[in-house]
């Protein structure tokens, strides 16, 4: 996106006299210039008063050094010098300085996103591309009828699931400074403000980003499963409770805006969550975070119901005298006047003729009830939702249309999308986990290492009831494993009783690699008593990590779908199967191109098997934030996924800073999830047409993949160095050591192996290299070009979605990586000198073919608001960067201790991720 230019992108306190560079700017972004100016020169007078003047200026002066060796192409060396003679005790502060002005950009850019949002609305033309009227335009123009739309609607679920991997997690306390600062943008976001309201907000800006200043962006302590819990729960009670009914709103008025026909949309949007549930790998997770997480999650559904109930009463004010009410609120009314005498002794008289107000006086009390688990509280979120339905009726048939019914259809909207559990907890479990616990369970210490097929006739056995497991593990290492197995499944049960059947969503296997593991899943159920009636009231989902693990799938799933026992548990749960895919293992196992398509394989395969088989397949997306681990834009995405493979839904994780770039604002919430559901319907009524050239391409891609996926691993695995090189040149050392997750970063292994994904691609991302997204590729591109010639990489590139995104999200990461300064941390390791030539080589080449094939000049010429938004921010992430090698430098040297020069690179390393975004 484009900000201001040179001349103001210093903060106003500080006017330069001539520009340090020409940069053009698109009309409509005058306005955002306008407010990055604005919240530069505070943040500049903040850092004066809350610093000095002097620091100030040392600031600009590093900024102008930066801009100067950007624009001229001059060597790093010189700012570098600069950098290094940074005493520790500035150092810590100048990150932060830098920092506070991509917060205030970035805030100034969402701003700006809602700006041009409503400028579409307003013109009155066509409306926003990838919006949900412009999809359904184009859906109808290719035939879809409405009534094809109306009985597609209910197959359509989307899906979003929040998990505790993150790269950035940002304080509640600063949440809300940031949500002061974007109202007030908001609030003149049309510049219709009077100079005194401009100054109060001015003012309540100033405040919020001086007290951030005076915070710690984050607890010096390791979050717990707890603070994770509070961290989600912020987005889906304080954003996305506001933002579901408005979702649904805007998707009637689409339909009806293209066909003529108002439709009532069926609950289609969804959310999960892995926090509290995720055990692979973390031992801090167990069945007590299971219930600890869906109780908080509870409190704060139930206290939001409570706020928008005592809103209602403020609404609905109708007076028997003035207006009839049904006879069957008022028999609910006396029925719960007479559990809660108490509630209507409290009620004054005056509002007694108020049976709508009553009646919520009274609900409330039951959802309090609710929560303490005491007498005459809801049993189900069913029981809630009929109270309301009963006033909704009441107010139909009463001429209450406009008499306060859009006010509750939204709190219903609301009861039926989030219940009583916010979102459904996922539970997820490394399979070698299983395998321990049935070895103690089955008596059979050999459990793990017993053939296939002998462990799924034991397994037929145990899930038939014919040979029962022990239902009580005795203490010791291996008792300890399946107690903790056989409770989770237990509470599991429980939770479904108490907090809906909704509540515990997919049970996902890690490291999936045969039938018996699904199968294990189903016998531990047993075991532990988690059935209802007859069957296992849990979805079974393997997650295929791995590109071996990928490539053997069909083959897993084929066995499951031709498994009696497993079909029996299918038709239990309707026939649909969720499969997870992991994009992040993948990558690491193999590179970029090399995991891309092995999951485009994957789905393609699997689709198929799924049709023969009679099974409904819906494919869990387990992407994260940067590119390496399947990030990018959402709709593309789906667009470019195999033909068929969509089917109406979408269900994907949403981790680390995605949550909050993509979550953290009401509107632009609204815009995300109206680009996911978009896409879905899109891919899935009118999905592209097949082309007879796609068959050769697919030829191509996978010679493609085996030689990218050769080169990396040539690299990454084989090179006996790089070990070494790895932790010389990155700051995982440092990564190690940031509290933002209750997980730990490694497996049970040691070294790039045992290293889970996300802090692998967040060093690469650290320092600046992102060779985790290209490494590999460049080599394969230069031989499709050669053995297959340009021509036929580019007609790829342009006609299939699948190569197109790829390059695309490839080529942003190419842009935001700066090799030269990569070289200062490749220094830093004695394998510099064997190692860095080759990787500048790939680098080189990897961008020198992509814009071969692309027939473009320079990186990101298609997306000019990103190349500038890159280009501007650069001057602020550079200066850190460099400080982030002195600093490792020192810290390494006087034996990695726990001290000042440790926390200054903790600062570092979350200035890096807020510039650069996109990490993890």
């Given at each position: 996106?484009?900000?201001?230019?040179?001349?103001?992108?210093?903060?106003?306190?500080?006017?330069?006299?001539?520009?340090?560079?020409e940069?053009?700017?698109?009309?409509?972004?005058?306005?955002?210039?306008?407010?990055?100016?604005?919240?530069?020169?505070?943040?500049?007078?903040?850092?004066?008063?809350?610093?000095?003047?002097?620091?100030?200026?040392?600031?600009?002066?590093?900024?102008?050094?930066?801009?100067?060796?950007?624009?001229?192409?001059?060597?790093?060396?010189?700012?570098?010098?600069?950098?290094a003679?940074v005493?520790?005790?500035?150092?810590?502060?100048?990150?932060?300085?830098?920092?506070?002005?991509?917060?205030?950009?970035?805030?100034?850019?969402?701003?700006?996103?809602?700006?041009?949002?409503?400028?579409?609305?307003?013109?009155?033309?066509?409306?926003?591309?990838?919006?949900?009227?412009?999809?359904?335009?184009?859906?109808?123009?290719?035939?879809?009828?409405?009534?094809?739309?109306?009985?597609?609607?209910?197959?359509?679920s989307?899906?979003?699931?929040?998990?505790?991997?993150?790269?950035?997690?940002?304080?509640r306390?600063?949440?809300?400074?940031?949500?002061?600062?974007?109202?007030?943008?908001?609030?003149d976001?049309?510049r219709?403000?009077?100079?005194?309201?401009?100054?109060?907000?001015?003012?309540?800006?100033?405040?919020?980003?001086?007290?951030?200043?005076?915070?710690?962006?984050?607890?010096s302590?390791?979050?717990?499963?707890?603070?994770e819990?509070?961290?989600?729960?912020?987005?889906?009670?304080?954003?996305?409770?506001?933002?579901?009914?408005?979702?649904?709103?805007?998707?009637?008025?689409a339909?009806?805006?293209?066909?003529?026909?108002?439709?009532?949309?069926?609950?289609?949007?969804?959310?999960?969550?892995?926090?509290?549930?995720?055990?692979?790998?973390?031992?801090?997770?167990?069945?007590?975070?299971?219930?600890a997480?869906?109780?908080?999650?509870r409190?704060?559904?139930?206290?939001?119901?409570?706020?928008?109930?005592?809103?209602?009463?403020?609404?609905?004010?109708?007076?028997?005298?003035?207006?009839?009410?049904?006879?069957?609120?008022?028999?609910?009314?006396?029925?719960?006047?007479?559990?809660?005498?108490?509630?209507?002794?409290?009620?004054?008289?005056?509002?007694?003729?108020?049976?709508?107000?009553?009646?919520?006086?009274?609900?409330?009390?039951?959802?309090?009830?609710?929560?303490?688990?005491?007498?005459?509280?809801?049993?189900?979120?069913?029981?809630?939702?009929?109270?309301?339905?009963?006033?909704?009726?009441?107010?139909?048939?009463?001429?209450?249309?406009?008499?306060?019914?859009?006010?509750?259809?939204?709190?219903?909207?609301?009861?039926?999308?989030?219940?009583f559990?916010?979102?459904?907890?996922?539970l997820?479990?490394?399979?070698a986990?299983?395998?321990?616990?049935?070895?103690?369970?089955?008596?059979?210490?050999?459990?793990?290492?017993?053939?296939?097929?002998?462990?799924?006739?034991?397994?037929?056995?145990?899930?038939?009831?014919?040979?029962?497991?022990?239902?009580?593990?005795?203490?010791?290492?291996?008792?300890?494993?399946?107690?903790s197995?056989l409770?989770?499944?237990?509470?599991?049960?429980?939770?479904?009783?108490?907090?809906?059947?909704?509540?515990?969503?997919?049970?996902?296997?890690?490291?999936?690699?045969?039938?018996?593991?699904?199968?294990?899943?189903?016998?531990?159920?047993?075991?532990?008593r988690?059935?209802?009636?007859?069957?296992?009231?849990?979805?079974?989902?393997?997650?295929?990590?791995?590109?071996?693990?990928?490539?053997?799938?069909?083959?897993?799933?084929?066995?499951?779908?031709?498994?009696?026992?497993?079909?029996?548990?299918?038709?239990?749960?309707?026939?649909?199967q969720?499969?997870?895919?992991g994009?992040?293992?993948?990558?690491?196992?193999?590179?970029?191109?090399?995991?891309?398509?092995?999951?485009?394989?994957?789905?393609?395969?699997?689709?198929?098997?799924?049709?023969?088989?009679?099974?409904?397949?819906?494919?869990?997306?387990?992407?994260?934030?940067?590119?390496?681990?399947?990030?990018?834009?959402?709709?593309?995405?789906?667009?470019?996924?195999?033909r068929?493979?969509?089917?109406?839904?979408l269900?994907?994780?949403?981790?680390?800073?995605?949550?909050?770039?993509?979550?953290?604002?009401?509107?632009?919430?609204?815009?995300?999830?109206?680009?996911?559901?978009?896409?879905?319907?899109?891919?899935?009524?009118?999905?592209?047409?097949?082309?007879?050239?796609?068959?050769?391409?697919?030829?191509?891609?996978?010679?493609?993949?085996?030689v990218?996926?050769?080169?990396?691993?040539?690299?990454?695995?084989?090179?006996?160095?790089f070990d070494?090189?790895?932790?010389?040149?990155?700051?995982i050392?440092?990564i190690?050591?940031?509290?933002?997750?209750?997980?730990?970063?490694?497996?049970r292994?040691?070294?790039?192996?045992?290293?889970?994904?996300?802090?692998?691609?967040?060093?690469?991302?650290?320092?600046?290299?992102?060779?985790?997204?290209?490494?590999?590729?460049?080599?394969?591109?230069?031989?499709?070009?050669?053995?297959?010639?340009?021509?036929?990489?580019?007609?790829?590139?342009?006609?299939?979605?699948?190569?197109?995104?790829?390059?695309?999200?490839?080529?942003?990461?190419?842009?935001?990586?700066?090799l030269a300064?990569?070289?200062?941390?490749?220094?830093?390791?004695?394998?510099?000198?064997?190692?860095?030539?080759?990787?500048?080589?790939?680098?080189?080449?990897?961008?020198?073919?992509?814009?071969?094939?692309?027939?473009?000049?320079?990186?990101?010429?298609?997306?000019?608001?990103?190349?500038?938004?890159?280009?501007?921010?650069?001057?602020?992430?550079?200066?850190?960067?460099?400080l982030?090698?002195?600093?490792?430098?020192?810290?390494?040297?006087?034996?990695?201790?726990?001290?000042?020069?440790?926390?200054?690179?903790?600062?570092?390393?979350?200035?890096?991720?807020?510039?650069?975004?996109?990490?993890?």
């Amino acid at each position: 996106m484009s900000l201001p230019e040179s001349t103001a992108d210093a903060p106003a306190s500080f006017d330069t006299a001539a520009p340090l560079r020409e940069i053009e700017f698109v009309p409509t972004d005058a306005l955002l210039r306008d407010d990055v100016r604005r919240l530069g020169a505070m943040v500049g007078q903040m850092l004066a008063e809350q610093q000095s003047p002097a620091f100030l200026e040392q600031v600009e002066s590093v900024r102008r050094m930066a801009i100067a060796r950007r624009e001229d192409g001059a060597p790093v060396d010189a700012l570098a010098r600069r950098l290094a003679d940074v005493a520790l005790e500035d150092a810590d502060a100048l990150v932060r300085a830098f920092a506070a002005y991509f917060g205030a950009t970035n805030l100034a850019e969402r701003v700006h996103r809602i700006r041009r949002r409503r400028d579409h609305q307003r013109s009155g033309d066509a409306p926003q591309p990838g919006g949900l009227e412009a999809v359904l335009r184009g859906l109808r123009d290719a035939g879809v009828t409405f009534d094809e739309l109306a009985a597609f609607l209910p197959r359509l679920s989307v899906e979003p699931v929040f998990t505790a991997h993150p790269t950035e997690i940002v304080r509640r306390a600063l949440l809300d400074k940031e949500r002061t600062i974007v109202e007030r943008l908001v609030a003149d976001i049309d510049r219709g403000r009077t100079p005194p309201e401009r100054r109060s907000d001015e003012a309540r800006i100033r405040l919020a980003l001086t007290s951030t200043w005076q915070t710690a962006e984050a607890p010096s302590l390791k979050p717990t499963v707890q603070d994770e819990v509070e961290h989600v729960g912020f987005y889906l009670a304080h954003v996305l409770y506001r933002t579901l009914p408005v979702f649904y709103e805007t998707f009637a008025d689409a339909i009806e805006a293209v066909y003529g026909q108002r439709l009532a949309v069926p609950k289609l949007l969804r959310f999960g969550t892995w926090v509290g549930g995720d055990m692979d790998g973390n031992p801090n997770v167990n069945a007590g975070t299971m219930r600890a997480a869906l109780d908080a999650q509870r409190a704060l559904a139930l206290a939001q119901y409570r706020a928008d109930l005592r809103a209602l009463g403020g609404v609905l004010t109708q007076s028997l005298g003035q207006v009839g009410v049904d006879d069957a609120l008022i028999a609910r009314i006396e029925a719960y006047a007479a559990q809660w005498p108490d509630v209507v002794a409290a009620i004054a008289p005056r509002r007694a003729d108020m049976p709508y107000r009553v009646l919520f006086e009274l609900m409330g009390a039951k959802l309090a009830a609710t929560g303490t688990q005491q007498a005459h509280g809801y049993e189900r979120i069913d029981d809630f939702i009929a109270d309301l339905e009963l006033a909704d009726a009441s107010l139909v048939h009463h001429r209450g249309e406009h008499a306060g019914r859009f006010a509750l259809q939204r709190v219903l909207r609301r009861a039926r999308g989030f219940g009583f559990h916010l979102a459904a907890l996922d539970l997820r479990q490394d399979s070698a986990v299983h395998e321990e616990a049935l070895a103690t369970l089955l008596d059979d210490p050999g459990w793990a290492s017993k053939q296939v097929d002998a462990q799924v006739k034991r397994l037929h056995e145990v899930i038939a009831g014919a040979a029962t497991g022990k239902t009580n593990a005795p203490a010791g290492a291996g008792g300890d494993v399946a107690a903790s197995t056989l409770a989770v499944f237990r509470e599991a049960r429980e939770l479904r009783r108490t907090h809906g059947n909704d509540a515990i969503g997919l049970y996902i296997i890690s490291m999936a690699r045969n039938a018996a593991d699904a199968l294990a899943v189903l016998a531990l159920a047993r075991i532990a008593r988690c059935v209802e009636g007859s069957a296992v009231p849990l979805d079974v989902a393997p997650l295929f990590e791995t590109v071996a693990d990928l490539d053997a799938a069909p083959a897993v799933m084929r066995a499951l779908f031709d498994d009696p026992v497993y079909r029996d548990h299918l038709r239990t749960r309707g026939d649909r199967q969720t499969v997870m895919l992991g994009y992040s293992d993948s990558a690491k196992d193999g590179g970029l191109l090399a995991s891309r398509w092995a999951l485009q394989q994957t789905q393609v395969a699997l689709t198929a098997l799924a049709q023969a088989s009679g099974v409904r397949i819906v494919f869990f997306h387990g992407r994260g934030g940067s590119v390496s681990r399947g990030g990018g834009k959402t709709s593309r995405a789906v667009m470019a996924a195999p033909r068929g493979s969509v089917d109406g839904s979408l269900r994907m994780t949403e981790q680390g800073e995605v949550i909050h770039r993509k979550y953290g604002i009401r509107a632009l919430a609204l815009r995300n999830l109206e680009q996911a559901t978009a896409a879905v319907m899109q891919a899935s009524l009118r999905p592209r047409a097949p082309d007879p050239r796609e068959a050769h391409w697919r030829e191509i891609a996978s010679g493609l993949a085996g030689v990218a996926r050769a080169h990396y691993r040539a690299l990454v695995y084989d090179e006996p160095r790089f070990d070494d090189y790895f932790r010389a040149a990155t700051p995982i050392d440092v990564i190690e050591r940031l509290h933002i997750g209750s997980r730990p970063s490694r497996r049970r292994n040691a070294g790039i192996r045992g290293l889970r994904a996300i802090p692998w691609v967040f060093a690469w991302a650290q320092n600046r290299s992102g060779l985790t997204a290209w490494y590999g590729v460049g080599r394969a591109l230069q031989h499709g070009v050669e053995t297959h010639g340009r021509d036929a990489m580019a007609e790829m590139a342009r006609d299939w979605p699948f190569f197109g995104t790829l390059l695309d999200d490839m080529e942003m990461t190419l842009a935001k990586s700066d090799l030269a300064i990569f070289e200062r941390y490749s220094r830093l390791a004695g394998e510099h000198a064997a190692l860095f030539p080759g990787i500048a080589d790939e680098f080189a080449r990897t961008r020198d073919t992509l814009l071969a094939i692309r027939d473009e000049d320079a990186l990101l010429s298609g997306d000019p608001r990103l190349r500038l938004s890159i280009r501007l921010r650069n001057p602020y992430v550079d200066p850190i960067s460099l400080l982030q090698v002195e600093l490792l430098r020192r810290w390494r040297a006087d034996g990695r201790r726990d001290d000042d020069t440790l926390r200054a690179l903790l600062a570092t390393v979350n200035g890096i991720a807020a510039g650069i975004q996109n990490t993890g």
